[in-house]
């Protein structure tokens, strides 16, 4: 089969899933199971579409409709970098939903006849955005995104907080897409044409010939995508939005939807911008932006206290990162190939990081929904005796996160940290930004040990009996915590086919892996023949378990016996919880002292004038008048029918008489 | 070329030797150090060794069950131990071709990252403040760290800490890099656990924090893993920022260095003996204004001064 009959074969599979599920929703666990079914179908199929384009040459585009009069036609390409976030999209799709499976048999008020047909319709959405070659179409899908992905966090609808969330989801996202149609538009009108190829040859000459409509159209493309990824100001939806949507979900919108943003960006920007002047001025941009958006993010995070939320304003920070590596790589690829196509490397490995550590961290939160009812973390505490794989798979996740090596999060921000201080050799801004990512990594650190202190640890509340989740929620999140592990290890492996990701993206040659990643062991990044920069994971893995061995055999050296006893509390008898330390308590002086670093905007409506708004109230002016004179109508003409037969004989013989005089006054 | 790795593991090892061994002889001479300042006869130098060996022997009481919990000193001495085979003592870093300065930094916080794990882990409301102040610290003193080895790196072109070294040995003293080194002094107060910084364990208060629930073994080794990191991070500085004189023969940098190391850590321990504890915020203050400091050490780098 070629690419195109198999990404058929898999779409065709998850529409026709979701017909299924839709007619199954009333069997809950049925519904989900099938659902995992289809969706596993369809991953293998993107899988084997995936190993395609990595393996064997490109293949051309298939086109399947072609509309001449618009220059569009809906064609089909799978390049590395579309397979790269595919394999991303289809790992998640079927990790989310398997974890649905029995978290979604809590919500008995909500009918999952609106929950499983639209989470297959979004997986088939995104497959859709990231393999058309054609900007009409590519809007097309990503509209179909963004909807069904309103309808998921808009599920619970009794959720006052989850209406007002999707709301604003929904109105943001818009006015963002609304910026790539004009973007599109201002492009079309230059070359007549919406496909891709064609759109990103006539930027490259419109950024020489004309620089100002090059840019604007450029800035509009920046917002569309940064606001669906979460860059901030334009990401503000997404702590609204990704926690009150199921935790499912919730890993799907952070690890698969906010990547698109990414997408997007390394598609059009990496294309065009590297070999053009305007390249270090945006790449200082959205290196800017993505530095402002961790700082601000982990820094918001660190003060919250619900869990979900917290977890949802860190996707914003990392997000960061990943726009500090695209603006570095962006700003440098022309001047120094290797650090800018590295810095691209390391910005794409976090985003396949991110998307297995924060959908992991999702679940896992989910995990202490479903079986605690809370999301605050104030009132959670010492759930890892009971919940033993979801707090082991947590503090996985969370220590990835904050980029504890050997774990994927540290490869990747090594990558990022690694090239923007060498970038900074030549452009000292980048120092700053370098250490800023370097600091907000420990904030990152110090948030999610918070998570794990306030959740997991401690003295566990006695009221609450808990145990640990269902086998498929506890899947699902091994699964992602073992990806954790095995990309932080060997991050060699992923970054061999990242690197033919951005080979195929960029405009400019990229060296070859090895020379870019030395050897198979470990990572480095050279300059003059020298390693600059080293990270070897196994090297340092091995150093340490020998280590930690030897201090383990220190430590019962003395042949030392083990006791179990009571927390010592000075003496006086307290209950667990009346002396336990909340979440809200952490770390209080660092949070006061970057309070208030998320502004809080009001945003005041504009009225309008009275007399606008009345002239489009129609109902008021125009159907209002005349139900009412048609009411008072048939009220009249209801008077005349009492339902006496005597008196309807009676207006029959009254109208002959008055007919017959009529037509006897009419022919006299 | 085949002695290459031979001499990394002989180095790795006396680098792993050095931090386990002489940590507890240079808490010892702090110790006696204090005591003169306070007019005090003060314990023997070896005080530090017989501590740990009776703890290693006493009873080891827990007040949870796991196995991460268990493991947890074991893992915080052994980053230690790991962090001093990316630093030099004499020579390159032993592991240097495994890890740079950024793999250095966070190595350096994985002990850390033990220690309050097992703090929040034994449940003692106290041990949860000690953890939430260690980690406001490591907050405040990273950057400065960060800092200092950066305007290292941009000196000498390189992230591996070997190459900057080499450099800095080789070009003689600049202004970027003595302003690195001080800022990186004045870290080390804070990395030590030394007065008026050891605001985690801060005994008077709240009763060593992290470590009240610890006990026997585990205490023994939380304590060896924090001295032997006072000792690592000394010889940084030194090494990296003070490298001179530089005599390329290793015994004899080997020695040097630690008298270096020495020196510095009784300068720490004077430091510690005449000053009150300050209070969390004021600690982070002084650290912020530190690290932006230091700044100006990295605009004297980037200049070429």
Request: proline residues 5%; hydrophobic residues 60%; glycine residues 10%.
């Amino acid at each position: 089969m070629s690419i195109a009959e198999l990404l058929a074969v898999a779409i065709t599979v998850l529409l026709v899933g979701a017909v299924a599920s839709l007619a199954l929703a009333r069997w809950r666990r049925l519904a989900g199971w099938v659902s995992t079914a289809f969706v596993a179908a369809a991953a293998i199929a993107i899988w084997v579409v995936v190993l395609r384009a990595f393996s064997s040459p490109a293949e051309g585009e298939a086109t399947v409709l072609v509309l001449p009069g618009l220059g569009a036609r809906l064609s089909v390409v799978v390049d590395p970098l579309s397979a790269f976030f595919l394999a991303i999209v289809a790992t998640i799709a079927v990790v989310a939903t398997l974890y649905s499976v029995d978290y979604m048999t809590h919500f008995a008020g909500n009918t999952l006849a609106k929950f499983y047909p639209i989470l297959l319709v979004f997986f088939a959405a995104i497959v859709g955005v990231l393999v058309v070659s054609d900007f009409l179409f590519f809007l097309v899908c990503w509209e179909l995104m963004t909807l069904t992905s309103f309808f998921l966090v808009t599920f619970e609808r009794e959720n006052a907080a989850s209406q007002r969330a999707g709301l604003k989801y929904f109105v943001i996202t818009h006015a963002a897409t609304l910026c790539m149609v004009v973007a599109a538009l201002l492009l079309w009108r230059e070359c007549g044409s919406f496909h891709f190829g064609d759109l990103l040859a006539a930027l490259a000459q419109l950024l020489v010939t004309r620089p100002v409509l090059a840019h604007t159209v450029l800035g509009l493309l920046f917002i569309g995508f940064a606001t669906k990824a979460g860059v901030l100001p334009m990401g503000d939806w997404l702590p609204d939005a990704h926690p009150v949507a199921p935790s499912g979900v919730s890993a799907a919108l952070s690890g698969a939807l906010v990547k698109m943003g990414i997408y997007g960006l390394v598609r059009f920007f990496c294309a065009v911008l590297p070999a053009s002047a305007a390249a270090v001025g945006w790449g200082i941009a959205i290196a800017l932006a993505g530095t402002a958006s961790l700082f601000v993010g982990t820094l918001t995070a660190l003060g919250q206290t619900d869990s979900k939320r917290l977890m949802a304003f860190h996707t914003i920070g990392q997000i960061g990162y990943i726009c500090l590596g695209l603006g570095v790589g962006i700003a440098c690829l022309r001047s120094a190939p290797t650090l800018g196509a590295l810095a691209i490397m390391g910005a794409l490995f976090h985003a396949a990081n991110h998307a297995c550590f924060k959908a992991c961290l999702f679940l896992g939160a989910g995990a202490v929904l479903y079986r605690t009812g809370e999301r605050d973390m104030n009132r959670l505490g010492g759930l890892a005796a009971a919940m033993p794989l979801t707090a082991g798979s947590s503090t996985v996740a969370s220590l990835a996160i904050a980029g504890v090596p050997p774990l994927n999060g540290f490869a990747s921000k090594w990558l990022i940290v690694a090239t923007c201080l060498l970038a900074g050799m030549r452009q000292p801004l980048f120092l700053i930004l370098g250490l800023v990512a370097m600091f907000i990594s420990l904030a990152t650190l110090a948030s999610f040990l918070k998570v794990l202190g306030a959740v997991f640890l401690g003295e566990p509340n006695p009221e609450r009996q808990v145990s640990e989740v269902p086998a498929t929620m506890a899947t699902a999140q091994i699964v992602l915590a073992a990806l954790c592990v095995l990309l932080g290890v060997l991050p060699f492996w992923p970054l061999r086919f990242i690197r033919e990701a951005v080979a195929a993206s960029v405009p400019i040659t990229v060296p070859s892996a090895s020379e870019l990643l030395g050897g198979p062991w470990g990572l480095s990044v050279a300059g003059g023949g020298v390693a600059l920069a080293v990270w070897s994971p196994l090297a340092l893995v091995g150093g340490m378990v020998v280590l930690a061995l030897v201090a383990y055999g220190l430590q019962r050296a003395g042949g030392a016996g083990t006791r179990e006893v009571a927390v010592w509390t000075c003496g006086e008898e307290h209950a667990a919880a009346t002396v336990r330390y909340p979440a809200s308590s952490f770390y209080l002086p660092f949070k006061h002292a970057f309070e208030g670093i998320y502004p809080r905007i009001r945003w005041r409506v504009p009225a309008f004038p009275a007399g606008v708004r009345r002239a489009f109230d129609v109902d008021s002016w125009a159907y209002q008048p005349v139900a009412r004179l048609v009411e008072r109508s048939a009220g009249a003409v209801s008077r005349s029918h009492v339902g006496v037969p005597q008196v309807y004989l009676l207006w029959i013989v009254v109208g002959a008489v008055a007919v017959v005089a009529i037509v006897l006054g009419l022919v006299g | 070329m085949t002695t290459a790795p031979l001499l990394a593991l002989a180095l790795a090892l006396l680098n792993v030797a050095v931090a386990l061994l002489l940590s507890p002889l240079a808490e010892g001479v702090m110790r006696k150090l204090k005591a003169i300042v306070h007019s005090r006869q003060g314990p023997p130098l070896t005080q530090p060794y017989l501590d740990l060996l009776k703890l290693l022997g006493k009873e080891d009481l827990r007040t949870t069950g796991g196995l991460p919990y268990a493991l947890a000193p074991a893992l915080s001495l052994g980053s230690v131990l790991l962090l001093a085979t990316l630093v030099p003592l004499g020579a390159a870093p032993p592991l240097g071709f495994a890890g740079d300065l950024i793999v250095l930094i966070y190595v350096a916080t994985t002990s850390a990252v033990a220690l309050i794990l097992t703090a929040f882990a034994s449940g003692s409301p106290y041990a949860a403040v000690g953890g939430s102040r260690e980690m406001m610290m490591l907050l405040s003193v990273e950057p400065v760290l960060a800092v200092a080895l950066v305007v290292g790196a941009v000196k000498a072109g390189t992230l591996s800490v070997g190459g900057i070294l080499a450099w800095n040995a080789e070009h003689g003293p600049t202004i970027s890099m003595a302003i690195a080194a001080v800022a990186l002094f004045l870290a080390l107060q804070a990395q030590a656990g030394k007065l008026p910084f050891d605001i985690p364990e801060a005994d008077q208060e709240i009763m060593g924090g992290p470590l009240i629930e610890q006990s026997g073994p585990r205490l023994a080794l939380f304590r060896w893993a924090l001295w032997a990191k006072q000792l690592i991070f000394a010889l940084l500085l030194v090494q990296v920022f003070v490298p001179w004189p530089h005599l390329g023969i290793v015994p004899l940098d080997v020695v040097l260095t630690l008298v270096k190391a020495l020196l510095v850590l009784v300068l720490v321990g004077v430091i510690d003996a005449v000053n009150p504890r300050l209070r969390i915020e004021q600690a982070m203050g002084y650290y912020m204004r530190v690290a932006l400091s230091a700044l100006a050490g990295l605009a004297f780098a980037v200049i070429g001064m």
